[in-house]
């Protein structure tokens, strides 16, 4: 009763008025590119707490956002996998436990079911492939997609560690349609989105006059993004769904709606990470977050409490947790740090040819990582680093991920997208990004 009553309190105090303050600081300094466009939604215990758009679904159309707008979800669509995979567990038709290769002929790799629904099977995610973009726009079966990344080597042995891999629930996709006997999307329509009672929701961009177009950030003009074919992000994110039908959804995973209790215990049981079945577990909450072009996405569910918190964004230059932590802590009567944006200086010439150069991660910046638990896969990434200048733009690009433009500060340079922060140093320069320093050497 005590934690109800406090709940209680906590939704009464939900202070609109400064989470408004700090949505609409985003562009304050740094222009209309840099404000929020997405939507919020805010739902507890039954009655909707908040739920505002921002910006446009449609920039040309001026068509707004709002409850029913359908977005892409990007890596959402993965617990969306992992319950139509204990659907069919349930109807005998696939079990966690066996080998991968029992539903997938020829597959190279002795990994389970289970250690894919965790992260922890080793595969290395296509993702990571520095021709991805050109790929994404080309239709794939899902065959192909398989093709793509079953010659490469595990990254580590199966059940050992934590690697997030998309290609892990690619491979989660093409079992269910073994297992099924239908198409990824045909499965979860029958098998999670119906017992649902979701509306909007389906595999694919679809069809609804109500959706939102994807964007992205290019200097200080907005536009549409990088082309994806929705058959490549697959079963590990090709999901469009609305913030009315995740609220749905998070009621009926409370139910035996969709699944039974026993699937709905091992569907938030953790693994390494806090990671269970397309979700992570952190106390009485449990989120995911994705992305996907021209999309970012923050979905948190604090079920004992009856919480919902949706925050997304048809603009991927915009980092949506700043968004949704924000909402999350002003639903739970939490204080939050409001948003702010530097000044920027004018751009230095001299500074900038003096920083532009090549840089690689130093022992003490891997050591940095490792403390941290990232998968050296992950730290590949960004173990090397480009500053380059082109006329009076400065780009921190590092080597396997994409560039991001630098902007001078009081004795800094920073990024208006991802929170970095670069100080240069005598032998190079130390990167700053979400309460970590990482120190890069010059090469």
């Given amino acids: 009763m005590l934690a109800l009553l406090l709940l209680c309190s906590a939704a009464l105090a939900f202070d609109a008025e400064a989470l408004d303050e700090h949505i609409g600081a985003f562009g ?15 739902w507890h215990a039954g009655e909707t707490v908040y739920s505002k758009g921002f910006g446009y679904a449609d920039r040309d159309a001026e068509r707004p956002n709002g409850p029913d707008t359908t977005f892409r979800i990007g890596s959402l669509t993965k617990q969306f996998a992992a319950t139509t995979v204990l659907r069919l567990q349930e109807q005998g038709k696939l079990d966690t436990a066996a080998p991968i290769s029992t539903y997938v002929a020829d597959f190279p790799h002795e990994l389970s079911l289970h250690q ?21 726009a080309q239709p794939h079966t899902t065959a192909e997609m398989v093709e793509w990344f079953a010659g490469h080597e595990l990254d580590f042995e199966p059940g050992a560690e934590f690697s997030y891999s998309n290609s892990g629930y690619v491979l989660v996709g093409a079992a269910i349609e073994a297992g099924s006997g239908k198409s990824w999307s045909e499965a979860a329509k029958e098998l999670a989105f119906d017992p649902a009672g979701l509306l909007h929701t389906t595999v694919g961009d679809g069809t609804s006059t109500d959706s939102a177009r994807p964007y992205r950030a290019n200097g200080d003009r907005v536009v549409d993004a990088m082309p994806i074919d929705m058959s490549v992000p697959h079963a590990a994110g090709n999901i469009r769904s609305t913030a009315n039908d995740l609220v749905r959804w998070h009621q009926a995973l409370g139910t035996d709606a969709v699944l039974t209790a026993d699937s709905r215990e091992r569907l938030f049981t953790p693994e390494k990470n806090s990671y269970a079945y397309g979700w992570f577990v ?20 604090v079920p004992h409490e009856d919480l919902v918190v949706v925050a997304w964004t048809n603009n991927d230059a915009f980092g949506v947790d700043a968004v949704g932590d924000a909402a999350l802590a002003s639903a739970m009567g939490q204080p939050f740090t409001r ?22 991660l130093s022992e003490e910046g891997r050591a940095v990582f490792a403390s941290r638990g990232l998968p050296p896969p992950f730290v590949e990434t960004v173990a090397t680093v480009s500053i ?15 560039a991001l433009r630098l902007y001078r500060g009081d004795g800094i340079w920073f990024t208006k997208q991802a929170g970095v922060v670069v100080r240069e140093t005598d032998g190079g320069f130390v990167m700053e990004q979400r309460g970590l320093e990482i120190p890069y050497d010059r090469q």
């Fill in 282 to 301: 952190r106390g009485k909450s449990v989120c995911h977050g994705g992305g996907i072009f021209g999309f970012n996405t923050f979905f948190c569910r």
């Fill in 28 to 42: 304050e300094h740094w222009g209309p590119t840099h404000e929020f466009s997405g939507y919020v939604h805010v």
């Fill in 339 to 360: 948003h702010t944006e530097r000044p920027v200086l004018p751009f230095d010439k001299k500074a900038a040819k003096a920083l532009r150069g090549t840089y690689a």
């Fill in 116 to 136: 894919l629904l965790t992260h922890t099977s080793g595969v290395w995610s296509y993702t990571s492939d520095r021709d991805f973009i050109k790929r994404a």
């Fill in 388 to 402: 380059d200048l082109k006329g009076s733009e400065l780009d921190l690009d590092p080597i396997g991920q994409g």
